[in-house]
Each structure stands twice: as structure tokens, then as C-alpha cells.
């Protein structure tokens, strides 16, 4: 029922920054819950941030917060994330999903998620 695209991957030097967009079609974007999670060379699928299906409510990762944002537009069915300050070990293929069904504002848990964009790939180089 929805479709998730992601796009604004790419090749940045540490420090840098980048804008990762996820576009939604199918359904109504703001029943879902939206999050962002990534897969690094050789590590298992984790959770990068979460954001409510208002946009009121956010959650991130440890280890990206303080350094990345996550937004959404309604509106324009699409989230946004921003991430500043980039590191090598941020480099991974990024994956939005939407969350039909938790009743709460957010949840951590990938098996929460019922779509699946299919992932743009961060490098982030020395």
C-alpha cells in the first residue's frame, strides 16, 4: 500500500553534511510513523532515529545524536533526515520505513516497521 523512496545519498569527507529524503506514495503519510535505520559493511540493520506521525516526537540513536536531524513534511509525504558532522562509521546503506500500527509515538524495534524504502548508500570518507 506504500511505497518508500530514499534518495540524497552520496560520497562526503568526514566532518561533512548530507540531506537524505524519503518520498512516500500509496497511503496517507501521516498515519505512519516514520523511521530511518542503516546497515554498515558487515554490521547487522540498526536504528538511527524515529519521528511520530505529526513530526511532534523524535528518537535517535546514540550515536548520531547531536548530529542528525529528523524531520517530516506532510504535506509533501516525505522525511526528511539531516546529518551534520559526518563520520566513517556512519557510512552504510540508510533505509526509511513506515510504521502502520505502534500506537505509540515511535518505536526502536525494525519488526515494527511494514514498509520499506530500498536504502541509499552513505560513504563517508576519511
Known amino acids: 500500500q506504500v511505497q518508500l523512496v530514499e534518495s540524497g545519498g552520496g560520497l562526503v569527507q568526514a566532518g561533512g553534511s548530507l540531506r537524505l529524503s524519503c518520498a512516500a506514495s500509496?497511503?496517507?503519510?501521516?498515519?505512519?510513523?516514520m523511521g530511518w535505520f542503516r546497515q554498515g559493511p558487515g554490521k547487522s540493520r540498526e536504528f538511527v532515529s524515529a519521528?511520530?506521525?505529526?513530526?511532534?516526537?523524535?528518537d535517535y540513536a546514540d550515536s548520531v545524536k547531536g548530529r542528525f536531524t529528523n524531520a517530516r513534511d506532510n504535506a509533501k509525504n516525505t522525511v526528511y533526515l539531516q546529518m551534520n558532522s559526518l563520520k566513517p562509521e556512519d557510512t552504510a546503506v540508510y533505509y526509511c520505513?513506515?510504521?502502520?500500527?505502534?500506537?505509540?509515538?515511535?518505536?526502536?524495534?525494525?519488526?515494527?516497521?511494514?514498509?520499506w524504502g530500498q536504502g541509499t548508500q552513505v560513504t563517508v570518507s576519511s
Open positions: 500509496g497511503g496517507t503519510f501521516s498515519r505512519y510513523a
Open positions: 520505513a513506515a510504521d502502520r500500527r505502534t500506537p505509540g509515538p515511535t518505536t526502536r524495534q525494525d519488526y515494527s516497521y511494514d514498509y
Open positions: 519521528i511520530s506521525r505529526s513530526g511532534g516526537t523524535t
